[in-house]
C-alpha cells in the first residue's frame, strides 16, 4: 500500500494520502483543506532512520527538532503580525524573546536571558538597547535573533507538511 504526496501551491502544504489499491497511483486528489484549491503530486522523500552527527558549531538551535521549530516559528509569524513595529510592547517583545530563549534552553547567554526578564517587566527596549550594547552585529544577542530570523525566513520558502495521513480514496472524485 503506497502512501503519495501532493503539494498544495494555494495554502503552501504537503499532504500524504494512503492508496489501499494501485487503482488510485494516477488520481488527482481534492485538498483536504478544501475542494478548490490545487493539488500537484510530488515525489516522497526517504525516509532516514537515525542521524548522522553535523558540525553545530555555534548554533543554539543545533539539536532542536525540526518539526518543533517549524511550530514553533509559525506562532512567532503570527505573533509578530499584531506587532506594533514602530511602537512595540515591552511585554509584547519579551514574550516573543522568551519563547525563543526557553526553544534555546541553557545555550541562551546570560545577557539575552537578563534582558527577556526586563523587557518582561515594561522596560523601555531603547533603553535597555543602549545599556545591553545595541545588539551589534557579532554580539550574542544579535547573533542569536539572526538566527532566529535566518531559520524563519527558511521555514517560510518550504511548504508545511500537514501531519495527517489522508485515505485517498476519501478524496478522490470519480
Do not use: W
Request: charged share 35%.
Amino acid at each position: 500500500m503506497p502512501i503519495y504526496e501532493f503539494y498544495c501551491p494555494d495554502n503552501n502544504k504537503l499532504y500524504s494520502f494512503l492508496a489501499r489499491t494501485l487503482a488510485l497511483r494516477d488520481k488527482l486528489p481534492v485538498c483536504p483543506d478544501g475542494e478548490g484549491l490545487k493539488m500537484e503530486r510530488r515525489v516522497s522523500s526517504f525516509a532516514v532512520i537515525g542521524k548522522a552527527k553535523e558540525e553545530t558549531g555555534d548554533d543554539p538551535f543545533a539539536g532542536v527538532d525540526e518539526s518543533k521549530m517549524e511550530s514553533f516559528m509559525a506562532d512567532m509569524e503570527r505573533e509578530m503580525g499584531g506587532m506594533d513595529e514602530e511602537n512595540p510592547d515591552p511585554r509584547q517583545l519579551g514574550h516573543f524573546m522568551r519563547k525563543m530563549t526557553d526553544m534555546m534552553g541553557d545555550k541562551t547567554p546570560p545577557e539575552l536571558r537578563e534582558m527577556v526578564r526586563r523587557l518582561e517587566a515594561g522596560e523601555d527596549p531603547e533603553k535597555l538597547e543602549e545599556q545591553f550594547g545595541g545588539m551589534d552585529e557579532g554580539e550574542a544577542g544579535d547573533a542569536l535573533f539572526a538566527q532566529m530570523l535566518k531559520r524563519a525566513r527558511a521555514s517560510r520558502q518550504g511548504p508545511v507538511r500537514d501531519p495527517k495521513l489522508y485515505e485517498m480514496r476519501d478524496f478522490v472524485k470519480e
